[in-house]
């Protein structure tokens, strides 16, 4: 799990807690079924069973993979629409291509994160490049969906491209653990990816036995899903491993630990952690389109079909 490090984590900026944190407790952790996406690469849906309310402003997350394909294996999507929301996909090992209607396009790979707001709408399509069909290779990302509040739920369609090389890279005191700020605030360090609501995105990397806390808003919601090894969270430490996700409760202070044994094909605990002020607002949500009103899902479905939601380049 390559994405993004560096070689001495005690030469990074560190991050300070509070004297007294207020580490949040756990109220819930579920594990996220398999299931297959587009094409037929296999994902982990991992909001499934978790309530609308604890994932404000968060709609679905999907682990992609991981999976090391076989020359010709490889999948990606159809083209396909969105209206309504921002899609951020996060590729930790392998390369996808993204290609829309209004004639953008890019290739992230190891450490980039895509993020792409739908907003009135687009039409695009998400693939690996040929060379690594043939090849075959190491897939493996996530894509988040980042609601918007109805007031941009309309606006114009935009990207971010954000390099890994660009990512606010932290440490926790002693070293143990590698932050990677990808969007929002963390103790006062920035994050490069800019955001309609407030939220903050990061990937940690925690070694065998270390223990990392990350200062977080009070007011913001708080997720923690484990991409890979096994550890613990929250006030409490409860246990969680790859694959699961942690709803936390209020506090100021995320608190991740790793366990002191690691199994052989995962050196360390890796964990994704979102965050974000709720929006609050009602959610009409069905398949492509994340609206607020049932009416609002119709005339998205009659815009795709009239063509007003973008058409397919020409090949």
């Known amino acids: 799990m390559p994405a993004v490090t560096v ?11 509070a004297d007294h944190p207020s580490v949040r407790p756990v109220r819930s952790v579920s594990t996220a079924p398999a299931g297959f996406e587009g094409e037929g690469f296999p994902v982990r849906r991992a909001f499934a069973g978790v309530a609308m309310a604890d994932l ?11 999976v090391e394909y076989a020359p010709g294996e490889a999948r990606g999507t159809s083209w396909h629409p969105h209206r309504g929301f921002e899609t951020v996909t996060y590729m930790i090992d392998g390369t996808m291509e993204h290609q829309d209607s209004n004639g ?12 792409m707001t739908a907003g009135g709408g687009i039409l695009h399509i998400e693939r690996p490049p040929e060379p690594l069909v043939a090849s075959g290779g190491l897939f493996h990302g996530l894509q988040l969906w980042v609601n918007l509040p ?8 935009r990207y ?56 977080w808003r009070p ?20 246990p969680v491993r790859m694959g699961q996700l942690a709803v936390l409760g209020a506090g100021d202070t995320i608190r991740v630990t790793a366990d002191r044994a690691q199994d052989s094909r995962t050196p360390a605990l890796d964990v994704y952690v ?12 069905y398949g492509p389109f994340v609206m607020n009103t049932k009416a609002e899902l119709i005339a998205a479905f009659e815009d795709f079909q009239a063509g007003r939601l973008g058409t397919i380049p020409a090949a």
């Open 7 to 17: 070689d001495d984590l005690l030469t990074l900026p560190k991050l300070v807690v």
């Open 160 to 215: 971010q491209d954000i390099r890994g090389s660009s990512v606010a890279l932290l440490s926790s005191p002693d070293g143990g653990a590698l932050v990677r700020l990808i969007a929002g605030d963390l103790g006062g360090h920035r994050g490069p990816g800019s955001t309609y609501t407030p939220i903050t995105i990061v990937h940690a990397t925690v070694q065998p036995g270390a223990e990392v806390d990350l200062p």
């Open 219 to 238: 007011g913001d919601n708080a997720l923690v899903y484990v991409l890979s090894g096994a550890g613990s969270v929250g006030a409490e430490r409860r």
């Open 104 to 115: 953008g396009g890019g290739v992230i790979t190891n450490g980039d994160t895509q993020w």
């Open 150 to 157: 109805a007031k941009d739920k309309m606006i114009q369609p």
């Open 56 to 66: 404000d402003p968060f709609i679905h997350m999907d682990q992609m993979g991981e």
């Open 274 to 285: 979102m965050g974000g002020r709720p929006i609050r607002e009602p959610v009409a949500h």
